[in-house]
């Protein structure tokens, strides 16, 4: 009996040394355990700080570094002119921006060349000088420019008259569309361009020449081309002594390119002619409605044929003219 007590305590001694190694063994674990997940969490925190001191290093820098331009409230196609409220403020790294960026009052008043999209920072290159506006602009309607079939309100184009004997010149330039309707052209000319038209009208007129304009492609990349034409001495001559001579051609004119217009037009379907005939009852009234200052009937071979001079003569010659007749009103 006393052997098995004795057992048994042993069996009990032996658990409880075998519990307690095992209950080291488990804190220890649990204690190296803890160890790491304590140096795991510093240095995470550890890392999270460094990163947070180079952000905000970042943000020093990127602060120091801006700076306040103007750049576009929203998108805008080429030919726009920048008014005030296109425009806003911002601020942005200088290393994203160009050298050459436009100040807004630089910027205010010029036209686009290309479009440009919103928040975009302006330029040079991107914008062109419209100029203020000269006191002797005036808007000019005409009937009797050939149009191309493809013209619309806006773009740009040269004036050219074209002789039958071949001879091709550029009247007016790079001339904005102001408006358009159908057969009817609106421009903006100034005094030397009015009195440049009223003499390539009036040679139309004498040598059954023809008046037409030609667009541009790219009317805000492209130059305008050079004025050819020679303005002759005795149309303008012929301008001072009877202006009824302006007149008479510009009407003969437009009647023969409306009945050249009307020639297309028959050969139009009815649905076309109804789509046309609705329109021209909106616009202006027919050339033929309006009164003739000067009798029609004269003869275009009674008035003198002038040779045609070359473009480096032309203000000399308007210059005498005008000289000459102010001189004579003494």
Do not use: C
């Amino acid at each position: 009996m006393a052997v098995i007590r004795q057992r048994t305590k042993n069996l009990i001694m032996a658990g409880s040394i075998g519990a307690l190694f095992m209950l080291v063994v488990s804190s220890g674990a649990v204690f190296w355990g803890y160890q790491e997940l304590q140096k795991s969490h510093e240095e995470a925190i550890t890392a999270y700080e460094h990163k947070v001191q180079e952000a905000e290093q970042l943000l020093l820098e990127q602060q120091r570094d801006k700076q306040k331009v103007y750049v576009l409230r929203h998108n805008i196609p080429a030919g726009t002119v920048i008014s005030d409220d296109a425009l806003v403020m911002q601020e942005l790294p200088k290393d994203i921006l160009p050298l050459n960026v436009v100040d807004k009052r630089d910027a205010i008043g010029k036209v686009t060349k290309i479009d440009l999209a919103q928040n975009t920072p302006l330029i040079q290159s991107m914008l062109f000088v419209n100029g203020a506006t000269p006191h002797d602009l005036r808007n000019n309607e005409f009937k009797l420019i050939t149009l191309p079939s493809k013209l619309k309100t806006g773009d740009f184009a040269d004036i050219r008259i074209k002789f039958p004997t071949g001879h091709d010149y550029i009247v007016l330039t790079k001339k904005k569309v102001m408006d358009l309707n159908l057969d009817t052209i609106w421009l903006e000319m100034d005094e030397e361009e009015i009195l440049t038209m009223s003499s390539a009208i009036v040679d139309a007129y004498l040598e059954q020449a023809t008046i037409y304009a030609l667009s541009y492609v790219d009317p805000y990349m492209q130059n305008e081309a050079i004025t050819t034409y020679p303005v002759s001495s005795t149309v303008l001559e012929l301008i001072q002594a009877d202006p009824n001579i302006v007149h008479i051609a510009r009407t003969v004119l437009e009647k023969k390119h409306r009945e050249l217009l009307e020639k297309r037009l028959s050969e139009l379907g009815d649905a076309d002619k109804m789509t046309y005939t609705s329109k021209q009852s909106a616009s202006t009234p027919s050339i033929q409605n309006r009164p003739i200052v000067a009798n029609e009937s004269s003869s275009p071979t009674q008035l003198p044929i002038s040779n045609e001079q070359t473009p480096s003569n032309v203000h000399e010659d308007q210059a005498q003219i005008f000289n000459l007749d102010s001189n004579n009103g003494q």
